[in-house]
């Protein structure tokens, strides 16, 4: 079975500032697609990108960036030029391809909060 | 696109009754839905999955003469907690998977039992 550990509880941000959130996943299997997802105090779960493990380019949006290391099986998040927004827990996710077992994994998530 | 309505967004009932929710894809077809639970400050664990047309696949060690799921159009399925007691209290989360891999996910149902 597949595993994903994220090992920060909580982080803190400056507004405008970089931040990095740690994930990293177990697996036997050489395709999949990685997630990471935001759950603000809304508790509403927002996709903020993903990652098919096929493809050796990072994926972007907008101020949302990977660092993909599939032989680490690291898959870890950076988010540029921190907003208030920002704030929320963000949980990464892994997913085998599409199929009977298309469930997602959740690690246990990371608290950021942005400050001032 | 790719809108999931929960309804309700809250609910209360008394012990021992039972309670419906349901999980509806706004603008596209998913053959296949998921309900999560989470519980305060703790991550989505996840229940059941529901394809449309057939049973339900569970989790090991969730219920599923406690939690019924019936998955009876590509746009709606629905989880009833039967026999509610305080321990099912609880933040049901549904998600609709949209071809080929992204799944996206419901505002949540906030279920209390008194």
């Known amino acids: 079975a597949q595993t994903v550990t994220q090992s920060q509880p909580e982080m803190s941000v400056q507004e405008a500032e970089t931040v990095t959130l740690s994930c990293t996943y177990d697996t036997s299997e050489s395709d999949y697609y990685l997630f990471w997802y935001k759950q603000p105090p809304s508790r509403q779960m927002i996709l903020v990108i993903r990652q098919e493990a096929y493809k050796q380019q990072n994926a972007t949006e907008n101020r949302f960036s990977v660092n993909f290391q599939k032989a680490a099986k690291s898959f870890s998040l950076k988010i540029s030029d921190s907003q208030l927004g920002d704030a929320a827990m963000y949980f990464c996710a892994y997913r085998s391809p599409t199929g009977t077992a298309s469930k997602l994994t959740f690690g246990t998530g990371t608290r950021l909060q942005v400050t001032l | 696109g790719a809108v999931v309505s929960q309804h309700p967004s809250r609910v209360i009932c008394k012990s021992g009754t039972s309670v419906k929710i349901e999980c509806r894809s706004l603008?596209?077809?998913?053959?296949?839905m998921f309900w999560y639970r989470q519980f305060p400050k703790q991550s989505l664990m996840l229940m059941a999955t529901s394809n449309e047309g057939s049973k339900a696949t569970y989790e090991q060690g969730v219920e599923k003469d406690k939690f019924l799921i019936n998955h009876a159009s590509l746009t709606l399925s629905t989880l009833t907690v039967t026999s509610a007691h305080p321990e099912d209290s609880s933040f049901y989360i549904c998600?609709?998977?949209?071809?080929?891999?992204?799944?996206?996910f419901g505002p949540g149902t906030r279920l209390t039992v008194t």
């Open positions: 998600s609709a998977q949209r071809v080929p891999y992204e799944q996206y």
């Open positions: 603008d596209f077809q998913a053959t296949t």
